[in-house]
C-alpha cells in the first residue's frame, strides 16, 4: 500500500496494481479456463481439485515467491539472475527460455482457436447446439484453418512485443479480464440452474482418492506450475521490475488468489452444464469449445449471443496477456544474451514457435510426425508442464535454498526488514527441503506411470535434455 510519507501516494498504488494486474494477466489464461477443467475433467474431478489446491497453496506460493525475491534481488531477467550469481546455474534459465519456446509450440493454436470462435458465434454457431460438439472436432482437425488463426493470433503476439510495451494489452485485460470473470459468474449461475446440474458440482468438489494414482498427482503438480506461470524465469523477470519497497508476500497471496480464483470459476461454469447436457467430464481438450457455446445456445436470442461473442474476445485476451509473456521470456534472452535487435529477436522467435504450432495443429486431424505414438500437440504440452516447469521449479528452490544466503533472502523479502513476514521460516524450510523432494517424487513417479500410457519415454526425454543442458552449462 502507498505510505503515508509518499509525495504521490496514487502513483505508488497505481504502480502496484499494474503491477499485480500484468502479473495476473500472464498467470490467467488458456490454463484457467481452457487447461484446467478439461485436465480436472480426464483427471476425475475432486481428488485432483484437492491435490491442485495443495500443490498451489504449498508449492506455488513458495516458488512464486522465490522467483519474484530473486528476480527483484537481481534486478535481472531469469538467465542473467542465474549467470551473475554462479555460471554453473545459467542452463536453469536456458531451460527456462526453451519451455517458453515449447510452450508457445502448441498455446497460440489454442488462442487461434479462441478467437476463430469470436467470428464463429458471430457466425451463427449457435443456431445449431446439437452440431456443436461435431464442428469443434472438425474445425481442429482441418489442416488448413486453425493453421489460418494461429497465424493471426501469433501475429498478434509479434506486434505487442516488437513495440516493446505491452501497454495496450495490458489496458485492454485490465478492462476484458474482469469482465471475463463477470461472465464466467453468469455463465455458472445458468449452468447451476440447469437441471441435474448439481452432479457437476458434486464432481468437482467431492474428492475420491480412490480414482488416484501417480499420474494424476503429476498432472496437478504441472497444472499448478503451469497456470501460474512458474519454473522457468517468467516471474523471476517480473520481478526485476518490482520496486524496493513493494510487499512480495502480499502480491504473491494476490497473485497466486486470482489465479487460482478464476481457475475454479471455470470448473463451476463447466461442470454442471456437461453434467446437465449429459457430456462425458473427460470430453479432453474440446470442453471450454463446445460446453460453453452450447450453454450460451440454451439461453437463446441475442443475449446469449452478445454474452458468448464478449466470452471469446476475453478468452483471446487473457490468452494474449500470457502468451506476451512467454514470447517475451524468450526474446529477452536473444536481446540480453545473444546482443539481438528486438525486432530481429522477436522475428527469429517466432518464426520458431510458427513452425512448431504448424506441427501441433496438424498433429490434432492425425497428420505428421509422431514420438512414441504422441502427436507434436501432447509432446510439447507433456515436456513443458510435466516435466519442464516442475524441474524447473524445483531447481529454482535449490538454487534459492542452497546457493543463495538466508540472510539476503530474508532481507529481500521482508525489505530490510520493513515487512513483517512471520511465516518465512516455514517457507524458507519449503524451499530448501520439502519442496525439491516433493517434486522430485511426484515427477519420478509420475514417469513411472506414465509408461502405461506410452507417455513415459517422452517424459523421460525431457528430463534427459534438462540433464544434457546441465552438463553443457557453462556454453550458455
Ligand atoms: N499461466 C499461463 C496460463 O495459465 O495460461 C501460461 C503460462 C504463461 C505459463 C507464462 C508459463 C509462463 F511463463
Redo the contacts with the bound molecule.
Keep these: 500500500m502507498a505510505t503515508s510519507t509518499s509525495t504521490q501516494p496514487r502513483d505508488t498504488w497505481g504502480s502496484k496494481l499494474g503491477f499485480v494486474m500484468a502479473a495476473a494477466g ?7 479456463i ?3 477443467p478439461y485436465t480436472a475433467g480426464e483427471s476425475g474431478g475432486g481428488a485432483f481439485v484437492a491435490i491442485y489446491l495443495v500443490f498451489v497453496i504449498f508449492i506455488g506460493f513458495s516458488v512464486m515467491l522465490t522467483e519474484f525475491a530473486i528476480g527483484r534481488k537481481t534486478g535481472l531477467s531469469a538467465v542473467g539472475a542465474f549467470k551473475s550469481t554462479d555460471r554453473r546455474w545459467t542452463f536453469t534459465g536456458v531451460m ?1 527460455v526453451v ?2 519456446l515449447l ?1 508457445m509450440g502448441f ?1 497460440p493454436v489454442v488462442g487461434g482457436w479462441a478467437l476463430a470462435y469470436i467470428f464463429k458465434v458471430g457466425g451463427g454457431l449457435l443456431s445449431a447446439p446439437s452440431a456443436i460438439g461435431d464442428s469443434f472436432g472438425g474445425f481442429i482437425s482441418d489442416p488448413i484453418q486453425p493453421i489460418m488463426w494461429m497465424g493471426i493470433y501469433l501475429l498478434m503476439n509479434v506486434v505487442i512485443v516488437m513495440r516493446g510495451v505491452s501497454g495496450g494489452i495490458e489496458k485492454a485485460g485490465k478492462v476484458l479480464m474482469p469482465l471475463l470473470f463477470v461472465i464466467l459468474i453468469i455463465v455458472s449461475v445458468k449452468g447451476l440452474s440447469l437441471p441435474g446440474a448439481s452432479a457437476g458440482l458434486k464432481f468437482l468438489f467431492t474428492p475420491d482418492f480412490s480414482k488416484v494414482d501417480s499420474s494424476v498427482v503429476l498432472a496437478a503438480l504441472g497444472q499448478a ?11 523471476m523477470t517480473y520481478g526485476s521490475y518490482l520496486k524496493k519497497k513493494e510487499n512480495l508476500v502480499q502480491t504473491t497471496g494476490m497473485v497466486t488468489a486470482m ?1 487460482t480464483g478464476v481457475a475454479i470459476l471455470a470448473g463451476i461454469a463447466m461442470f454442471p452444464a456437461m453434467f446437465a447436457f449429459g457430456m462425458e467430464p473427460a470430453a479432453g481438450p474440446g470442453l471450454v469449445f463446445v460446453v460453453v457455446p452450447q450453454l450460451f445456445a440454451e439461453m437463446g436470442g441475442a443475449i446469449g449471443i452478445l454474452l458468448a461473442l464478449l466470452f471469446f474476445i476475453g478468452l483471446t485476451v ?2 494474449l496477456t ?2 506476451v ?2 514470447l517475451e ?1 524468450v526474446v529477452s534472452y536473444l536481446i540480453d544474451e545473444k546482443g539481438m535487435k528486438r525486432s530481429t529477436a522477436v522475428l527469429s522467435a517466432s518464426a520458431v514457435m510458427s513452425v512448431l504450432c504448424v506441427f501441433a495443429s496438424l498433429s490434432l486431424g492425425g497428420i505428421g510426425p509422431t514420438l512414441f505414438g504422441t502427436g507434436a500437440f501432447d509432446i510439447f504440452d507433456l515436456l513443458t ?1 510435466k516435466i519442464f ?1 516442475a524441474v524447473g521449479g524445483m531447481l529454482v528452490c535449490i538454487f534459492a535454498g542452497w546457493r543463495l544466503s538466508k540472510a539476503d533472502l530474508e532481507k529481500e523479502i521482508t525489505n530490510n526488514g520493513e515487512v513483517p513476514f512471520p511465516l518465512f521460516g516455514l517457507w524458507y524450510n519449503l524451499v530448501k527441503y520439502i519442496i525439491p523432494v516433493a517434486i522430485a517424487i511426484v515427477a519420478i513417479m509420475g514417469i513411472k506411470s506414465g509408461f502405461d500410457s506410452g507417455k513415459g519415454a517422452i517424459m523421460l526425454l525431457g528430463i534427459g535434455i534438462i540433464a544434457i543442458a546441465g552438463l553443457f552449462s557453462k556454453k550458455f
Excluded: E, P, R
Aim: net charge negative; aromatic share 14%.
Design positions: 500472464s498467470a490467467v489464461g488458456l490454463g484457467n481452457w487447461k484446467f527456462g519451455s517458453g510452450i498455446y506450475f503451469f497456470s501460474l506461470s512458474l519454473g522457468m524465469g517468467c516471474m489465479d487473457a490468452a500470457s502468451s509473456s512467454l521470456v508442464d516447469l
